[in-house]
């Protein structure tokens, strides 16, 4: 059990996470959007960059954040900034896998806080994995950190870092795939081989939490592959044996 | 039970002439429009939905001026796409009894209208008669 100190201090971690993805999701608009024009509106990078730069805002206005709190906020704040589907998809998600952090933030809750998120990602969208969404990038995310976590027995950086890897090679995987949900799939075939900018932007937002997980932890961020089963500077000893 | 309904567009005005059109058919039934972005553009937000929720229910701070009846339950007609899913999301942040009928949206607002008047209406009952509507010919 955390004390009240680490849980302002998880916050505070937590706040500085949202404020490099909304710098980051800035620095990505144009491609996002890029991304999106060509099989949806071309309003993804606008929508997610004014919407991560509010959350931003209202996560460093909190007093004594706590994980949880921050969280329940920047859900809110993409829930009635980001407009279409992404609000509901990124922001509603968030403040029902918010309360999983209630306490703090410790490999368990960390698994389960992703568990939730990908449950009311895929229950709200109605998509599974194969439909070219961003629950292509999510889903093997949130398999890998759970069973780096729970089964491979991996430190919290080194789970994420295999998730992130995960989620890049879902990102990829959206590419030859048909589009079967959300404006995209309106495309029929002519939406195989284009990049689905949720699964994109998803990929960007777990890029910075690791980047400033490992930044808290004063480590820098481990290499990973998620098709290793355990993390590749442990499978190299073992090939030097 | 006492049931209302929501119209959720992604144009305020669109619900608006929705709720206008159901209102003719509506006796005491509560409805409520809601719809846009809340900048004056297309879009839906579940906050303002979930406040039309309560409204009809009778638990807005204040919003109580109408004079029919606070709903029991709620019955709540959508537009496009994100609209499903922000109704979805304020229902479930909501303590408001409320569904989503999968119905056109002024053709089961209005049947919807009509079955609310109904002194034995349920939630269920008015959301089968809203999504009956999808079955309308029109030519």
């Known amino acids: ?241 | 039970m006492t049931v209302g309904l929501v119209v959720v567009s992604h144009s305020e005005r669109a619900a608006e002439g929705i709720v206008e059109i159901a209102a003719e058919m509506a006796g005491e039934t509560r409805i409520e429009a809601v719809g846009g972005d809340g900048q004056g553009g297309i879009g839906t937000v579940p906050d303002d939905i979930g406040e039309a929720l309560a409204a009809v229910a009778g638990e807005a701070a204040g919003g109580a001026e109408a004079d029919e009846p606070p709903a029991d339950g709620v019955v709540v007609l959508v537009d496009l796409g994100s609209a499903v899913m922000n109704a979805e999301v304020a229902i479930e942040l909501s303590d408001v009894d409320a569904v989503i009928a999968d119905a056109p949206v002024l053709e089961g607002a209005v049947n919807a209208a009509v079955a609310a008047t109904d002194p034995s209406a349920t939630l269920e009952s008015v959301r089968e008669q809203a999504e009956a509507a999808a079955e309308i010919s029109k030519v």
Do not use: C
């Not at chain 1, 027995?153 to 090679?169: C, I, N, Q, T, Y």
């Open chain 1, 1 to 241: 059990m955390s004390g009240e100190r680490e849980v302002t201090e998880e916050g505070e971690a937590v706040v500085a996470a949202v404020a490099a993805v909304a710098e980051r999701i800035e620095a990505e608009r144009e491609h996002l959007t890029d991304l999106d024009s060509a099989i949806g509106d071309a309003d993804h990078g606008g929508n997610m960059a004014r919407g991560w730069a509010k959350a931003a805002d209202a996560a460093s206005d909190l007093e004594d954040p706590d994980p949880e709190t921050v969280a329940k906020t920047v859900g809110k704040t993409l829930m009635s900034e980001v407009g279409g589907a992404s609000g509901p998809l990124f922001g509603g998600s968030l403040v029902f896998a918010a309360a999983e952090l209630d306490g703090g933030i410790t490999a368990e809750t960390a698994v389960a806080f992703a568990e939730t998120y990908l449950e009311k990602v895929q229950d709200r969208g109605d998509a599974r994995i194969g439909d070219a969404t961003m629950v292509d990038a999510l889903t093997p995310a949130v398999h890998t950190f759970k069973k780096s976590i729970e089964v491979d027995d991996l430190p919290p950086l080194e789970a994420l870092a295999k998730a992130v890897d995960a989620a890049g090679r879902g990102v990829a995987f959206t590419v030859p795939v048909r589009a079967r949900k959300g404006r995209a799939s309106y495309l029929g075939w002519r939406s195989v081989g284009h990049q689905d900018p949720g699964a994109t932007s998803t990929l960007f937002i777990l890029e910075e939490v690791l980047a400033v997980s490992a930044d808290r932890l004063d480590r820098e961020v481990p290499d990973a592959d998620a098709t290793s089963p355990t993390i590749p500077d442990d499978a190299e000893a073992e090939e030097g044996r």
